[in-house]
């Protein structure tokens, strides 16, 4: 049975779907099978896995509002092993819809088990609030995965978001555990940014990924085509990045990694 990971940080900015596009390809590249679930009605991780609005019929609107099997929502990448359940404008109207349905701190879990053991993983990725739809994910998920920016407002957010994991773990999914929090978008030249990762890893400890996710150009460029840096950009530090990440995701679940790709990460 495939572990429900939510990537969420109610600030915005912080590389939530950067973080979840390339985590998601890296542990395909690395021979797991993933499901990525575009929670957030921008659509950014859909586009950003090469699935386009002209070729999406079925979205997870359907699935929360309209009550599609899950399966029907389903899209494949280019990158191998990679699926992915694509979300559309559609979604912004969900909450509002969803608010008179009985359970509908649910209807996210509903979805997530109806193919959770038909992968290793599943990733969640949440819209920049803490609303309904993020709650369903929080709800539907195993762990919780936090990108925070290395920038002044990080922790003031990070403290916020800590409170509503805190409330869902004592009202609805007990069971929720910190995945780890991953900074993201560091760059070494930056005085404010080596005091953040300091001052993060002193008051989290071992909740924090030892992989930092650099400030890059490659990064940056890869959502315009429309494919994971993993797979554009073979190499570059972007790719080497979360390459690194994903073993240590791989680690920290006690997860051996079965097939090894033919990038350098080490």
């Avoid at 002209?54 to 599609?68: A, K, M, S």
């Avoid at 979300?87 to 701190?105: F, N, P, W, Y």
């Avoid at 990070?158 to 991953?182: A, C």
Wanted: with cysteine; net charge negative; charged share 20%.
């Amino acid at each position: 049975m495939g572990k429900v990971v939510a990537i969420a940080n109610q600030k915005g900015g912080v590389g939530k779907t950067t973080t979840a596009i390339n985590l998601a390809a890296s542990l395909a590249i690395l021979d797991k099978k993933v499901l990525l679930i575009d929670a957030d009605p921008q659509s950014n991780a859909t586009s950003g896995v090469g699935v386009m609005p002209d070729d999406i019929e079925t979205t997870l609107y359907d699935c929360l509002v309209g009550g599609l099997d899950t399966i029907e929502a389903i899209y494949e990448t280019d990158t191998p092993n990679l699926h992915i359940i694509p979300s559309t404008i559609d979604l912004v109207g969900a909450e509002i819809e969803l608010v008179s349905q009985m359970k509908r701190e649910f209807l996210m879990r509903e979805v997530v088990e109806q193919v959770r053991h038909d992968y290793d993983y599943i990733f969640i990725d949440c819209l920049p609030s803490l609303g309904l739809i993020t709650v369903n994910a929080l709800t539907a998920s195993d762990s919780i995965l936090i990108p925070v920016q290395c920038e002044f407002f990080a922790l003031e957010g990070l403290s916020k978001l800590r409170e509503t994991i805190d409330l869902v773990q004592k009202k609805i999914n007990p069971n929720l555990d910190i995945e780890g929090i991953l900074l993201s978008m560091y760059d070494a030249r930056l005085r404010l940014a080596n005091i953040v990762v300091e001052e993060v890893q002193n008051m989290f400890g071992e909740e924090v990924f030892e992989t930092i996710i650099h400030r890059n150009s490659k990064i940056g460029e890869a959502p315009n085509l429309h494919m994971p840096v993993v797979m554009m950009n073979a190499g570059s530090r972007g790719s080497i990045n979360f390459l690194n990440l994903a073993k240590e995701f791989l680690k920290n679940n006690s997860d051996p990694i079965k097939a090894q790709s033919g990038i350098r990460a080490d």
